[in-house]
């Protein structure tokens, strides 16, 4: 009788395994649900030029969305931007309502929730001045008016950086960061790549470029843990357009700046 129970046991034993082994194998990843679907829905901020932002025909474009279409071609699906907030974008995430994130900087608290992939556009806080103006570093802030966002991350890079007798006017928005370098009521400002690239689209006459860089955070695509052979695939993409020159066309012509590989490290 016992060895009747032990085969029972054993032979359950060894269903339950093949069941679950089975269920294992069946279970599809983040590749396979992509592929089969044959969509790529990516979560941008559809509002955040020149990263991605509405064109004349309402459709999405921008540096980001060279690179999720880039992407999307290259595992041979369609892609389809979704936007999202700064608030619900890790739920769209972790709920699957989206495979892929951009524009997510790294850091080790979201990391116990996502995962990040490579990192591919450039984010950083840089001193813009007219080309007349000769500034190499943060000495040569000295006696400089500047313009800043009062209370934002610029602020607080330039305080720590600037010489004592820098001249630092702080303003309530970008808006007014950008007018005051502009007529002229500062000699240089200080912002992020992403709101410089359009002054320096813009202002031909004024000429201005960027001096020196105060903080450096590149954006990295995120997506779900455990998806390994999508993060490979991600990380072959923009590997690939490091490499021919794909990531530099776009930095060119959205960020108006050559792709400076080192602001790719964390």
Known sequence: MKNVMKSSFAGALMLSAAVLGFAGNAQADAIDDITKAGV????????FPPFSSASAD???????????????????????PVPVTGQNRIPYLTEKRVDVLVSVGY???????IDF?????PYYIAVIGPAALEVKGKEDLAGKSIAVNRGTLEDTSLTEAAPKDADIK???????VIQAFISGQTELMVVGNDVGAQVLARQEALKPEQKFQLLTSPSHLALNKGEDRLKQAINDAVAKMLADGKLNESSQAWLKTPLNPDNLKD
């Open 40 to 47: 790529l829905n990516v979560g941008v901020f559809a509002d």
């Open 170 to 176: 702080r303003f309530d928005n970008y808006n007014s």
């Open 58 to 80: 309402m459709s999405l474009k921008g540096y980001d969305i060279d690179v999720a279409q880039y992407i999307a071609d290259s595992l041979k699906v369609k892609l389809v």
């Open 117 to 121: 992939a490579a990192a591919y556009a």
């Open 107 to 113: 850091s080790k608290e979201r990391a116990e929730v």
